[in-house]
């Protein structure tokens, strides 16, 4: 849950923005109208607050790690493959799953907006959907990876892949060395957000968390 | 439209700031929008990119100051609005005063969240052969529509590569605007960050779009 539940509906309305008013006078329109059911908007909420998360993609990219014949698969329809798991939420058209190698690192933005993997990784954070990022992933991705501390080979090939379209990009980081052996669900432990985003790697075994 | 919202390439907005920690909500009401714009979607209120487009126009300066579910409140505001789901009166008593008008899926009610917790489906029948191939050199059209569009500025007049047919897709051009799904097929176009930048770019840097068909001309 967030800290931040103490902002519930029997706060005292003196104290309440223009903004929440003005949601709040929204939803009593719609709810009035007929338009939506109010649990309905609770259990959306409770849903994505509960259910949809990075958790789900780090499954994934586990599974990719352990095994061959699912990575394959995995990297020619991601969708496809994703929705053989019966532990992962399932997602809708157009997952495509993106490999990190030794000479490429894939990182995803959406320009335009804020088009990002839900079902995989959850709702984006505010950097993904925010000004500096959408402007300055394309351009300067490097400049970019080093406001989140990363940095790469001077070789390495960067591939920014622009969300335009309905197709939503999951980056498959590289299995951290060291992990010979672990099993799916230890290796989805050092699966972060950030790596299958491409702005992060995964976690190094044994390193503080 | 060339808006503010098309950002690619843009400078002066400063660092990226990841957040430790980040909740999925910094306010409760932001999570109420959030529901609000997925249900009154799903209910046929609108499609994804008549949201968007919604969003983009909101004035520039407006854009640029408010957070990000301010805008998709504003922006659903604006739609509701223009579509007469809601009205004027109804905004200005904070109530329901004028009557509904009906949903093309009708009321959102609690059996219809499982249902929206997967994304929807955009791939449609082909109309026509693909004109391009992966590995055909594309020129991006310098096209610089008035209205709704997913091609982004800074790719406009640059020459890419086809890497990936999608196969087929709604047309979020058309059907932003009530003008039908015109279903295009749609690639993946991979241009070279110097092709982009000019010479000074990163020589490692290779960035790619989904461009739909309409948007692209044989080399």
């Known amino acids: 849950m967030s800290e931040h539940d103490h902002h519930h509906h029997d706060h005292d309305h003196s104290e309440l923005s223009e903004t929440e008013l003005r949601v709040r006078a929204l939803e009593s329109i719609l709810t009035e109208k007929g338009y939506v059911e109010p649990a309905a908007l609770d259990a959306i909420v409770q849903a994505y607050e509960t259910k949809i998360g990075p958790h789900n993609g780090a499954r994934v990219v586990a599974k990719a790690w352990t095994d061959p014949a699912f990575k394959k698969a995995l990297l020619e329809d991601a969708t496809k493959a994703v929705g053989t798991l019966g532990h992962v939420s399932r997602v809708g058209d157009h997952l495509v799953a993106i490999e990190n190698t030794p000479g490429r690192h894939n990182m995803v933005v959406c320009t335009l907006c804020s088009c990002y993997p839900w079902e995989m990784l959850g709702l984006p954070p505010v950097w993904y959907k925010a000004s500096p990022y959408r402007s300055r992933a394309v351009k300067d991705p490097r400049g970019v990876l080093a406001d989140f501390g990363v940095s790469l080979p001077k070789n390495t090939e960067i591939r920014v892949w622009d969300s335009t379209a309905e197709t939503r990009f999951l980056v498959l980081p590289m299995r951290p060395a060291g992990t010979e052996g672990w099993s799916e669900e230890q290796l989805a432990e050092l699966v972060t957000r950030d790596s299958m985003i491409g702005t992060g790697f995964p976690k190094t075994p044994g390193a503080p968390s | ?219």
């Open chain 2, 1 to 219: 439209m060339n808006g503010v919202h098309d950002m690619g390439g843009m400078d002066g907005f400063g660092k990226v700031e990841p957040e430790p920690n980040e909740p999925m909500f910094h306010e409760e009401w932001e999570s109420r929008v959030l529901a609000m714009v997925r249900a009154m979607g799903a209910a046929g209120a609108f499609n994804i990119d008549a949201s968007r487009f919604y969003r983009e126009t909101l004035p520039p300066q407006v854009y640029l100051s408010s957070s990000y579910y301010r805008k998709w409140l504003l922006g659903l505001e604006a739609l509701l609005l223009a579509k007469g789901f809601i009205s004027q009166d109804d905004v200005a008593a904070g109530h329901s005063v004028a009557p509904a008008k009906p949903l093309k899926h009708g009321k959102f009610a609690m059996a219809d969240v499982e249902r929206i917790m997967v994304r929807g489906k955009f791939g449609r029948a082909a109309p026509a052969a693909a004109k391009f191939k992966a590995g055909d050199r594309v020129r991006a059209k310098n096209i610089h529509p008035a209205t709704h569009t997913r091609l982004p500025r800074y790719v406009r007049g640059h020459v890419g590569v086809v890497e990936r047919d999608h196969g087929c897709h709604v047309f979020p051009d058309t059907v932003a605007n009530d003008a039908g799904e015109h279903p295009q097929w749609l690639y993946t176009v991979v241009f070279d960050g110097r092709e982009l930048w000019g010479a000074d770019s990163d020589p490692t840097l290779k960035v790619s779009i989904d461009a739909f068909e309409p948007y692209l001309e044989a080399v």
